[in-house]
């Protein structure tokens, strides 16, 4: 059910959407869900429980398939109900494993055949749900013939059971609705650990500058106003990373979600220029070499991602500043490789030189700018800068108050680094 502080209605151009029924306060809670079905992304099978999505390095494997793992007993056996008729399918396909998306698919298909007639109802949601096969090109169409055949054969002798799904609810229809409406499941920081079906969320509509925000702790979503929100107004979220050009959102939203955003950042073009400030020559050298430097760091090979992300931040140095996106995304790669390389020094100066970029894109409240401090105050505080460590905490926990709520694992974390810090400041 959702919460009472909310209701569905149809929003103008839109389509479905929610709204407010009454005035939500920043930092408010307005719903808090666990989802329909939901699977652990393919990077994060061998480090991540699937029950709880806690990481580790030592999770206990499924004896069947070899592919579920789980950080306790109790998780494996919480898990049992939805992995059950998954765990056979996984072992069909070994050593292969299908992509997030048909995985997903298949809980959902579990789910909707497991499911009683009293349960109908509850399903409006998901057969309501756009698939935008119509708006399709044929080229995306065919990509989800293919992810359908590969779905095929993961369910083997179970395909039969197909037919038994609810009217209008065909596979290839089911994947079009999960590739529209399914969200990418954050650790705290703000890592794609997994993907979910949340069906009430689903009906949140885009917008650049949303006034909400989606925060997970585990598999459970907490969606909250990240600024006042007056009676009747609708909520909206963000679909896409605010670190791209309004071009690039745009064709984005469009390919993904079958929509052209007409949102006022979009239309302005705002921050545009900024995104793309410097010579353009150069930029584009930057943005093209990206793509590689983002699979050295996927492959953790961190001595050649520092080295040729250093070389391209030397180059560049005098043409493109710092608040061009493409020379923020290579401080960001630079800072990774340092803290997995263990140059704190050099990965605090990548961090702070970050931070003002951050800050002109990520607006406040904005969990990835709070995620960012966070990050600058642990490399300062390490470092013995006890006063920059409590400025960046103090920044991060009043972000963190409105975008986490004061319980979150992270907000704790914080405000426990804050307290380390005044401490070790009063023996001074």
């Not at 009683?116 to 080229?139: T, V």
């Not at 710092?322 to 605090?348: F, G, H, K, P, Q």
Request: some cysteine; charged content about 25%; proline content about 4%.
């Amino acid at each position: 059910m959702m919460a009472m502080n909310i209701e569905r209605f149809v929003s103008e151009g839109k389509g479905n959407g929610l709204r407010a029924l009454r005035e939500l306060k920043a930092g408010e809670v307005i719903h808090s869900c666990e989802p329909y079905a939901f699977c652990i992304a393919k990077d994060f099978l061998k480090t991540a429980c699937h029950s709880c999505l806690q990481r580790g390095e030592s999770l206990s494997r499924c004896s069947q398939c070899k592919t579920a793992r789980y950080c306790s007993v109790q998780c494996q056996k919480q898990a049992w109900p939805d992995h059950k008729r998954e765990c056979k399918c996984l072992k069909r396909l070994q050593p292969r494993i299908p992509t997030d998306s048909v995985r997903l698919l298949t809980r959902i298909i579990f789910k909707l055949l497991a499911q009683s007639e009293s349960d109908q109802e509850d399903l409006y949601s998901i057969a309501e749900h756009q698939s935008h096969l119509a708006d399709m090109s044929e080229e995306k169409k065919e990509g989800l013939r293919q992810l359908c055949t590969t779905l095929q054969l993961y369910l083997g002798e179970e395909n039969h059971d197909l037919s038994q799904l609810p009217p209008g609810l065909d596979p290839i229809s089911l994947l079009a609705r999960v590739t529209c409406n399914c969200f990418s499941i954050s650790d705290g920081e703000l890592q794609d650990v997994g993907v979910g079906l949340y069906p009430s969320m689903s009906l949140l509509n885009h917008d650049c500058q949303p006034n909400c925000v989606m925060i997970f702790e585990g598999k459970r979503l907490t969606l909250r106003a990240v600024r006042l929100i007056r009676p009747c107004e609708e909520l909206t979220i963000s679909y896409t990373d605010i670190l791209a050009t309004s071009k690039e959102r745009r064709s984005h939203l469009q390919e993904q979600y079958h929509f052209l955003c007409q949102c006022t950042r979009c239309t302005t073009e705002d921050k545009d220029c900024d995104m793309l400030a410097g010579e353009k020559t150069a930029w584009r050298s930057l943005r093209d070499a990206i793509p590689h430097l983002e699979q050295l760091q996927s492959e953790q090979r961190w001595e050649e991602l520092l080295k040729e992300s250093q070389a391209l931040l030397h180059r560049y140095t005098d043409v493109v500043p710092d608040r061009n996106i493409y020379v923020l995304r290579l401080l960001d790669l630079a800072m990774d490789a340092c803290i997995s390389l263990d140059d704190y020094e050099t990965a605090l100066e990548y961090g702070n030189r970050a931070l003002e970029p951050y800050k002109l894109y990520y607006s406040d409240p904005h969990p990835s700018r709070a995620v960012e401090l966070l990050r600058v105050g642990k490399l300062q505080h390490f470092l013995g800068r006890l006063e920059e460590a409590r400025g960046s905490f103090t920044q991060a926990y009043d972000i963190m108050k409105v975008t986490h709520g004061t319980d979150h694992v992270l907000t704790n974390e914080v405000r426990r680094k804050l307290s380390e810090c005044q401490a070790e400041l009063g023996q001074v």
